[in-house]
């Protein structure tokens, strides 16, 4: 089977690297890609937003699974032109990836189908959001982008200034560009985040191990958000009963509210939540694979996530097996550009990345990298997940670090405490 993932960051370089390894791939592309997809696959010169020139190469390379890793192309709808040329394509088609393509789409969705979620009210003009601010009592909100804004769009907001502010950032000056011509105004949810990942065929829904980002730039969660300094998984705070209530309360209606809003699922949603005192509320959902959460998710994995994904893709998820997993957690910690979630520079070149291969369970992962003749540079704000693979999460993260330790580039940073709240939790 020849497979193509699209995209360029360290979701696709895990999902090319999954993919490889399935006895049943024979060859992995990835378009654009970036220098660890160079290493683990091959690229092909297209970029993920040039949908005729991937189809064309699709039918061209008589492709038989072509993988979706980013947003925007899911949004934009380049599954609906994969389906249309008779390829197939695992992900949702476009009226579907609404449900990530716009915040106030899916808080109504959730409305609608009585998921848990927090309080909010939805506006398109600063002075009607700026007034709701200043008639609510709580101080801390939340004001979200309604757009995609690369996970950045989201200020978490402690007092009504600050919220004010926020308004002002998004739909004034447009911080976020159009993502922010309508926002999302909601309570501010107080618990542990957890993220659940499943794959949907439309009716069928199979949950991956839940696992735990950081979103915030800064040790201690401070900071600015950023599109996820790390991850680990398993997350211990969801264990089994609350599994159970997650699949019931949250993925099993929104998959069936889908159906009805004549939007059939198919592809990988994921749940974003905060486990509160009164249980698991969706603080977002996802339509693709989270980057950090799939490094450490399918490092564990050990089903075959190709037939996964073609079955997911044909229809018939419900013919596959249990999943099996590796019974390690996993980490995945992400190094940075300086500068990181703001303006930062390119071209730097990145030294020991072999060397950090090299350590027991630990695999580099690479997300904003770029080959330079036979260096590799920066390429990103966020440039390498380095995944650890241990006996339990304190081994696991001692490994990733390990793997940071080893890799060396001007201005390069990570947070420090990546999973350090599952210590909280029996391993």
């Not at 599952?422 to 391993?427: G, H």
Request: glycine share 10%.
């Amino acid at each position: 089977m020849k497979v193509l993932v699209i995209g360029q960051g360290g979701r696709e370089h895990v999902l090319l690297w999954k993919l490889a390894r399935s006895p049943s791939v024979t060859k992995v592309y990835c378009a654009p890609g970036n220098a660890g997809t160079a290493i683990d696959g091959e690229n092909v010169d297209i970029k993920a937003t040039d949908v005729d020139r991937l189809v064309k190469f699709g039918q061209t390379e008589s492709i038989d699974l072509t993988v979706v890793g980013p947003e925007a192309a899911l949004v934009n709808g380049t599954v609906d032109a994969f389906r249309e040329a008779g390829l197939r394509i695992f992900g949702p088609s476009k009226p579907a990836a609404e449900l990530e393509g716009s915040k106030s789409f899916s808080k109504e969705l959730m409305r609608k189908a009585n998921v848990p979620t927090a309080e909010f009210q939805t506006f398109t003009g600063a002075t009607e959001a700026k007034l709701y601010v200043e008639e609510r009592e709580e101080m801390s909100l939340v004001v979200k982008a309604d757009g995609l804004a690369a996970g950045k769009g989201v200020i978490v907001c402690q007092s009504k200034e600050e919220a004010l502010a926020a308004i002002d950032s998004i739909m004034v000056s447009r911080e976020f560009g159009e993502a922010g011509a309508r926002v999302v105004i909601e309570e501010c949810l107080v618990g542990q985040e957890a993220s659940i990942l499943a794959i949907v065929d439309g009716h069928t829904i199979l949950p991956l191990d839940a696992s735990q980002d950081h979103k915030p730039a800064l040790d201690g969660d401070q900071g600015p958000n950023t599109g996820g300094m790390g991850a680990y998984c398993p997350a211990p705070i969801i264990n089994d009963d609350m599994m159970d209530v997650i699949v019931e309360k949250i993925l099993v209606p929104t998959v069936h509210a889908m159906n009805i809003d004549n939007r059939p699922f198919q592809g990988i949603l994921y749940a974003g939540l905060m486990i509160t005192n009164q249980g698991p509320k969706v603080l977002e959902f996802n339509v693709r694979f989270g980057d950090p959460e799939a490094q450490p998710v399918l490092m564990r994995l050990k089903s075959d996530l190709a037939e996964l994904l073609k079955l997911a893709a044909d229809g018939k998820l419900s013919e596959a097996g249990e999943l099996e997993w590796d019974s390690r957690p996993a980490v995945c910690v992400v190094m940075a550009s300086e500068g990181y979630p703001g303006s930062y520079t390119k071209g730097h070149v990145i030294r020991g990345i072999p060397e950090a291969d090299a350590i027991d369970g630990v695999k580099v992962f690479h997300a904003g990298t770029a080959l330079h003749g036979e260096n590799i540079v920066s390429d990103g704000g966020r440039v390498l997940g380095v995944t650890g693979l241990g006996e339990n999460i304190a081994d696991a993260k001692l490994r990733a670090y390990q793997g940071v330790k080893a890799i060396r580039w001007d201005g390069a940073w990570c947070r420090k405490d990546i999973s350090d709240k599952a210590r909280d939790f029996a391993e």
